[in-house]
């Protein structure tokens, strides 16, 4: 489990275009972090992953899980200098290889959201929040729900959006995973409403991503021979107006790893 959460988050930095955001390609919209930085992060966190996982396994508590979430970050933060590169990742990544643990463990037969929201998703939502992140001041600010209520309803974003998607478009390019990846980021910034669009942009830059988004969908996406081409052009407006939905990369990770252990 753990070397497919790392392998979900180094699957989601190597996919060009994604709007705005880091890749192998180039560093979108941030000043602060390439390729490089993203996997030194995702070597940092195997471990992590592995001891999450077997606490699932264990049915520890969200006070042990977040314990062991905060020891990531400063793993991750070692890593990069500084950076946060995956304190998104590190949340429902690691809520999902918990829930991968206790399935596993217990043989119960629901989704991994689903085990998130029954298992934790009280305590999710009732636990500390950390005055830092960029999306409690978007919640304070503009009354989005972030990462949080997605997890405590069980990933809605992940199930509903990025799964159908990246299986979708497995059926229109099947020997292409990165244009498969490509899509179902598309379809996610298309609905998700992004803390980090919203840090960045506010409203109107959130409303202008998601019908950039919708645009590509609309046209084709990656069914046209120029998707490549046209996902770039898309790509270049996120960066100039520097935009990047890196809560939509986040749940493209999720989507990938889910995928890889079944839903």
Same mark, same amino acid.
């Given at each position: 489990?753990? =070397? ?7 699957? $989601? =930095? ?11 390609? /180039? ?23 592995? /001891? ?9 508590a969200m ?9 990531? *970050? ?8 500084? =950076? ?8 429902? !990544? ?12 217990? &043989?119960?037969?629901?989704?991994? &959201? ?13 636990? %500390? ?15 989005? +729900?972030?990462?949080?209520? *997605?997890?405590?309803?069980?990933? %809605? ?7 159908? #998607? ?11 995973? $990165? ?12 609905? !998700?409403? /992004? ?6 942009g506010g ?7 998601? #019908? ?7 046209r084709g +996406? ?6 490549? *081409? ?8 996120? =960066? ?9 990369? /986040?749940?493209? #990770?999720?989507?990938?790893? !889910? ?5």
């Amino acid at each position: 489990m753990a =070397v497919l959460a790392q392998d979900a988050l180094l699957s $989601e =930095v190597h996919t060009w275009p994604k709007p705005g955001l880091v890749s192998h390609i /180039d560093a979108g919209s941030h000043d602060d972090m390439d390729c490089s930085t993203f996997e030194a992060s995702a070597e940092s966190l195997l471990p992590y992953f592995r /001891d999450i996982a077997a606490a699932g396994a264990a049915g520890m508590a969200m006070h042990g899980l977040r314990a062991l979430g905060i020891q990531a *970050e400063h793993a991750m933060m070692a890593a990069t200098g500084g =950076v946060n590169t995956h304190r998104g990742a590190i949340f429902g !990544v690691g809520l999902l290889c918990a829930a991968a643990g206790y399935r596993e463990r217990m &043989g119960v037969s629901d989704t991994l &959201g689903d085990i998130v929201a029954w298992r934790w998703g009280a305590s999710i939502l009732g636990g %500390p929040r950390p005055a830092d992140s960029n999306g409690i001041s978007v919640l304070r600010r503009y009354g989005a +729900g972030g990462a949080r209520a *997605e997890a405590a309803a069980g990933f %809605p974003s992940l199930y509903r959006i990025a799964l159908p #998607a990246l299986r979708q478009a497995r059926l229109l390019r099947p020997r292409d995973s $990165e244009a498969q990846r490509v899509q179902a980021l598309f379809a996610l910034v298309a609905e !998700v409403e /992004d803390t980090n669009l919203l840090h960045r942009g506010g409203p109107l830059g959130g409303s202008w991503a998601r #019908a950039a988004a919708r645009s590509f969908l609309v046209r084709g +996406g990656i069914a046209r021979p120029d998707w490549r *081409e046209s996902a770039a052009a898309i790509h270049r407006e996120f =960066v100039a107006r520097r935009l990047s939905p890196g809560g939509c990369a /986040d749940l493209l #990770a999720m989507a990938l790893f !889910v995928d890889s252990v079944g839903d």
